[in-house]
C-alpha cells in the first residue's frame, strides 16, 4: 500500500501540471506560445487583443489574478481581465 506522503506528492504533481496552461509566466515573448505576448510589467504571457483592451480601456495591464496585478503595483486588483485601482 502506498505511503500518504507519497500519494500526496503525486496529486500535487497533477493538479500544478494541470494550472500551468492557465497563467505561463515569462520574460520575453519567446517564453509565450500561440500568438501571445510578454507583459513585462508582471512577467505573464497574454494575447495582443488583451493587452491593446486594457491599456485603451483602462490604461492598464492584463491579469488572470489579483497576485499578477499586486506585481506590478500593490495598490491593484484583477477585474474582467485587467488590472484596476482599488479605489
Known amino acids: 500500500m502506498p505511503r ?6 503525486i496529486a500535487t504533481v497533477l493538479i500544478y501540471g494541470l494550472n500551468a496552461d492557465q497563467v505561463r509566466k515569462c520574460f520575453s515573448d519567446s517564453d509565450c506560445i500561440n500568438g501571445e505576448k510578454c507583459v513585462y510589467k508582471n512577467k505573464i504571457c497574454s494575447s495582443i487583443v488583451e493587452i491593446e483592451r486594457c491599456e485603451k480601456e483602462h490604461f492598464s495591464i492584463p491579469c488572470k489574478s489579483n ?3 499586486q506585481v506590478w503595483a500593490h495598490e491593484k486588483i484583477c477585474n474582467k481581465g ?3 485601482d482599488l479605489l
Do not use: A
Open 4 to 9: 500518504l506522503n507519497v500519494i500526496l506528492m
Open 67 to 69: 497576485n499578477d496585478c
Open 82 to 84: 485587467c488590472c484596476w
